[in-house]
């Protein structure tokens, strides 16, 4: 198996697996029977993908983009945007939406 392969290759290299995640329920299987620790929610290229679900979450801080009394301004508008965190590009049709 997949998993097997895994673990061996990476003990060959002194690099032992030690926390998983995956969305594959057959993988899953594998990891609780051999009481090995995975993670339901985990943080992907600084986005959360949570494996149950197979949904990736985003975690924008909207107090970045708090105007409060100052005036709105394209510079204001362009900081907003640039304060997402979203190396993947998968938020960018819905940030100027």
Sequence with gaps: MLYH?????MTLMKLP???????????KNVLQTNKE???????VLGIDWDTNDD?????????FCDAGDKP????????????CYDPLGLFSPFMIA
Excluded: Q
């Design 5 to 9: 392969k895994i673990k061996d290759l």
């Design 17 to 27: 697996m030690e926390k998983w995640a995956t969305n594959a329920l057959k993988l």
């Design 37 to 43: 620790f995975h993670k339901s929610v985990t943080t």
């Design 55 to 63: 949904t990736l979450v985003n975690a924008f801080k909207t107090s």
């Design 72 to 83: 709105l301004t394209k510079r204001w508008l362009l900081r907003c945007i640039a304060s």
